[in-house]
């Protein structure tokens, strides 16, 4: 849902909060007949009730930023909770030519003289592998 749909799902669902609240007690205020039931049927349920039904339009505009980890107004208004950055993979390996005699080095004919070194086989020059993501 775009952030304007869930803007105006905002809007609504307090306009119906809102006018539902002032709406009983206009009600309430302009009844003939006073009896208990009516009194508490205007000043209590239909704000309540238009408290749940404006509540449950705007949770079903939020629904989306809900399910992606946003709650709450910041959530219906686009913004977005910080994702966990993924953790990157990287991978060392040999350079393809050799810095000191230029012979193209290929990892069969390498040899590995420490964890993140190689050494050349022609001239026996020690390079250091090549990072590179994954």
Request: hydrophobic fraction near 45%.
């Amino acid at each position: 849902m775009s952030s304007g749909k869930r803007i105006a799902t905002m809007v609504i669902g307090m306009i119906v909060m809102v006018g539902g609240f002032f709406g009983g007690f206009m009600q309430f205020f302009w009844m003939d007949d006073m009896n208990v039931g009516t009194i508490l049927f205007y000043v209590m349920v239909v704000p309540m009730m238009s408290f749940l039904i404006g509540a449950g339009i705007m949770m079903y505009g939020m629904k989306d930023s809900m399910s992606r980890g946003g709650f709450g107004l910041f959530g219906m208004m686009g913004a977005r909770v910080a994702e966990t950055p993924k953790e990157k993979s990287f991978v060392h390996e040999p350079p393809r030519f050799c810095n000191d005699c230029g012979a193209s080095l290929s990892s069969e004919e390498i040899e590995w003289v420490g964890p993140l070194s190689v050494k050349c086989p022609y001239c026996g020059a020690t390079h250091a592998t090549e990072k590179r993501e994954v």
